[in-house]
T-cell receptor, first 115, second 111 residues
């Protein structure tokens, strides 16, 4: 089992609809969870971070965390063509003595918004 | 403007050469990281540093070396011992317990 698992896609969603991206992780002790957006040929851009169970909303984006089931999801409401990108899920799998976080990344889900 | 810069954007290496990738940040972040990304794969951690003059190996450190002489700078050297260095290299930084932010990346190609 991969430590952080995502469906590679491609996931196609009509413009204006809700895009739902999922991520599961293997380490039950994981503490922090992140979603990054990566356009083709560019570096990842942080969209959301979530640390506790439940939902966290930021504009059109909502991150959902369920630690008991070991999954985290990202919902994109009112999807736009500019949302077409690869979305990377990252999980804190280890805490160092200094408190910084070593992240483990999934391979990403490629999302395409169809106009 | 605060941010993370990486140079060069594109780098070509001949077989047997060592090359150094630059990463600088003016965000006053304590921690810095180097990742490698290959097509169809997630980011893999090469090295990370939490404070000046200290760094730890990540998951794929063989064939790479780093230094952290200044808080702002974390250069990565790809040595000739790295057998398959062609990849997209990403530098990131963070405050303690904070989210990681990425630089624009360096695309390395072996000729």
């Amino acid at each position: 089992q991969k430590e952080v698992e995502q469906n590679s896609g491609p996931l196609s969603v009509p413009e204006g609809a809700i895009a739902s991206l999922n991520c599961t992780y293997s380490d039950r002790g994981s503490q922090s969870f992140f979603w990054y957006r990566q356009y083709s040929g560019k570096s990842p851009e942080l969209i959301m971070s979530i640390y506790s169970n439940g939902d966290k909303e930021d504009g059109r984006f909502t991150a959902q965390l369920n630690k008991a089931s070991q999954y985290v999801s990202l919902l994109i409401r009112d999807s736009q063509p500019s949302d077409s990108a690869t979305y990377l899920c990252a999980v804190n799998m280890l805490k160092s003595n200094f408190g910084n976080e070593k992240l483990t990344f999934g391979t990403g889900t490629r999302l395409t918004i169809i106009p | 403007d605060g941010g993370i810069t990486q140079s060069p954007k594109y780098l070509f290496r001949k077989e047997g050469q060592n090359v150094t990738l630059s990463c600088e940040q003016n965000l006053n972040h304590d921690a810095m990281y180097w990742y490698r990304q290959d097509p169809g794969q997630g980011l893999r951690l090469i090295y990370y540093s939490q404070i000046v003059n200290d760094f730890q190996k990540g998951d794929i450190a063989e064939g790479y070396s780093v230094s952290r002489e200044k808080k702002e700078s974390f250069p990565l050297t790809v040595t000739s011992a790295q057998k398959n260095p062609t990849a997209f290299y990403l530098c990131a930084s963070s405050i303690r317990r904070g989210s990681q932010y990425f630089g624009p990346g360096t695309r390395l190609t072996v000729l």
